[in-house]
């Protein structure tokens, strides 16, 4: 079983509708969240980053954790055809420093206009 | 300030070849590490640094290579290049200290054939 599960999608859905992505994980130890934004062809870039549980805003995304859950979710509303990317959430352990992250599959969005 | 910048784009080996790809970042960041990325796999973690002279193992180690002579580069050298080994890599860096995510390059497109 991975360290961290992600549903890799495709996922497609119409402009302007709220995107659900979310993250499952198993290892307890995991407090630093992040979601990384991947375009085609291109490295992943730093969307949210979230400390322990709870929720973090930034415009139109929204990160959640549930650590009782080990469950993380990202929420992009009033979704844009520029939005449609792959989306990677990732963690890490204090006891690793935070240097080295493990990584969901990724979810392939398209957004529709 | 360019980020991290790696090179080559685009690589092509035969099996058995050596080579080593280059990444440089210009933010001063301590942290840095090498990821591959394989589809339905996500991102691995194959070596990373947290200073001049300090690199550690990650998720997927072998047949790989790295060194650390300088904050600003990061190389990391395939031994004799195996099919397996065809991936997209990534190198990464970030500031010391929690809070802080990765920030990656465009990445190396290699293949060995």
């Known amino acids: 079983q991975k360290e961290v599960e992600q549903d890799p999608g495709p996922l497609s859905v119409p402009e302007g509708a709220i995107v659900s992505l979310n993250c499952t994980y198993s290892?307890?130890?995991?407090?630093?969240f992040m979601w990384y934004r991947q375009y085609s062809r291109k490295g992943p870039e730093l969307l949210m980053y979230?400390?322990?549980?709870g929720n973090k805003e930034d415009g139109r995304f929204t990160a959640q954790v549930d650590k009782s859950s080990k469950y993380i979710s990202l929420f992009i509303r009033d979704s844009q055809p520029s939005d449609s990317a792959t989306y990677l959430c990732a963690m890490s352990a204090p006891s690793q420093g935070a240097q080295k992250l493990v990584f969901g599959q990724g979810t392939r969005l398209t957004i529709n206009p | 300030n360019a980020g991290v910048t790696q090179t080559p784009k685009f690589q092509v080996l035969k099996t058995g070849q050596s080579m080593t790809l280059q990444c440089a970042q210009d933010m001063n960041h301590e942290y840095m590490s090498w990821y591959r990325q394989d589809p339905g796999m996500g991102l691995r973690l194959i070596h990373y640094s947290v200073g001049a002279g300090i690199t550690d193992q990650g998720e997927v180690p072998n047949g790989y290579n790295v060194s650390r002579s300088t904050t600003e580069d990061f190389p990391l050298r395939l031994l004799s290049a195996a099919p397996s080994q065809t991936s997209v890599y990534f190198c990464?860096?970030?500031?010391?200290?929690?809070?802080?995510?990765?920030?990656f390059g465009s990445g190396t497109r290699l293949t060995v054939v």
């Open positions: 979230t400390y322990s549980s």
């Open positions: 990464a860096s970030r500031l010391t200290g929690v809070g802080y995510g990765y920030t």
């Open positions: 290892n307890s130890a995991f407090q630093y």
